[in-house]
């Protein structure tokens, strides 16, 4: 299959052949744990759970005027050696009939990275013409509003998704709160950042009014900078909890956000720049040339420098929340209700 179709196929976009960069890679998992850089710095433990990927300079307060991620971290869960950035996301939760929870564990994409010890696919997605700027050291946003339980409030945001897996490679189908029928091989949670960026804050208060989505195509006037689509895929493995005889008894879904979301509605992620020195940015103005070679795992770029799914898991970092997240649990970590 030609990169194109395939790529279409794997993210259910239609690329034309001479698409923007596609940067497609895995990023294993680097700690599950209490902490929020981003959203409450210095604040251990924050309020909910998050499994997070990337560099391991990941930390309990991230003072990007203090913290220069790519000069602090040693170690990367990402196949590009030189994305330090960190990208993370609450955690999904079964809840059994007798109100107990348990952790769900994410697994390596079936399409290309099942060597990874969970964590997510990224992507880097460029338009199909025109100029993309990479973010600049100290850029970090988030994306959606882990308070929203209803569909209309959702509509926000255009592009938070959920798949429900038959096949490793089931695309289509997507729905904007948890699937209500057990998924074979999984759930993918699919996470796509806005694309436009008032060219000046890094941050903003609320981590979202600094990016916007675009509309018809273009960037608004107040945030004209296009910027590459930051897109996560998660897939998290339902397998061990596909009985519906666990499932509860009036009919509705077994599974729960960290953060006590039990519609799906509530999903958001959350992304902080860390890329070495200018390698982003070379590899989107290297186009298509840094197109991912799906199948073998390359980044397939002229620039940059990449390592092999199996370094990227030996990266890690020493949990600093101490909380036992093991076995069956009496309530939510943080004790956040389901609600
Ligand atoms: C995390 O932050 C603490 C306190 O600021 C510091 O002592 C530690 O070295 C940091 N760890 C990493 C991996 O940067
Ligand atoms: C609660 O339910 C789960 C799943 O059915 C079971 O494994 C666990 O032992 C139960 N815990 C208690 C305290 O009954």
């Known amino acids: 299959m030609h990169w194109a179709a395939l790529l279409a196929a794997v993210t259910g976009i239609p690329f034309v052949v001479d698409a923007g960069a596609i940067l497609r890679f895995s990023c294993s998992q680097l700690v599950v744990e209490r902490l929020d850089p981003l959203v409450n710095p210095g604040i251990n433990p924050s309020p909910h759970l998050h499994q997070v990927v990337g560099g391991n300079a990941f930390n309990v307060s991230m003072n990007p005027d203090t913290h220069d991620i790519p000069s602090t971290a040693t170690c990367t869960t990402c196949t590009p050696a030189d994305d330090f950035s960190n990208y993370w996301t609450a955690t999904l939760f079964f809840r059994a009939r007798n109100g107990t929870f348990k952790q769900l564990a994410t697994k390596g994409n079936p399409l290309g990275y099942t060597a990874a010890n969970g964590g997510q696919t990224v992507y880097y997605l460029g338009p199909n013409s025109g100029k993309v700027t990479a973010f600049k050291p100290g850029f970090r946003m988030t994306v959606g509003d882990p308070t929203f339980r209803t569909a209309a409030q959702i509509k926000k945001y255009p592009m938070l998704t959920y798949t429900c897996l038959q096949t490793g ?50 960037c608004p006037s107040t945030h004209p900078v296009t910027v590459p689509q930051v897109f996560y895929e998660t897939i998290w493995d339902t397998t061990p909890f596909n009985d519906q005889a666990l499932w509860p008894v009036d009919g509705s879904q077994p599974f729960v956000w960290s953060f006590g979301d039990p519609t799906g509605y509530g999903v958001h992620g959350d992304y902080v720049f860390g890329w070495k020195g200018d390698a982003l940015q070379k590899a989107m103005d290297a186009g298509s040339k840094c197109n991912s070679d799906l199948l073998q795992n390359n980044i397939n770029c002229p620039v940059g420098t990449t390592q092999t799914i199996q370094k990227g898991n030996q990266c890690s970092k020493k949990v600093d929340v101490n909380e036992n997240l093991e076995g069956w649990l009496a309530e939510l970590p943080g004790g956040m209700k389901v609600q």
């Open 169 to 218: 490679s089931t695309r289509g189908g997507e729905t904007t709160n948890f699937p209500t029928k057990p998924c074979k091989v999984g759930i993918m949670v699919s996470i796509r950042f806005p694309t436009c960026w008032d060219g000046k804050n890094l941050d903003s208060p609320s981590h979202q009014d600094h990016v916007a989505y675009p509309s018809g195509g273009k």
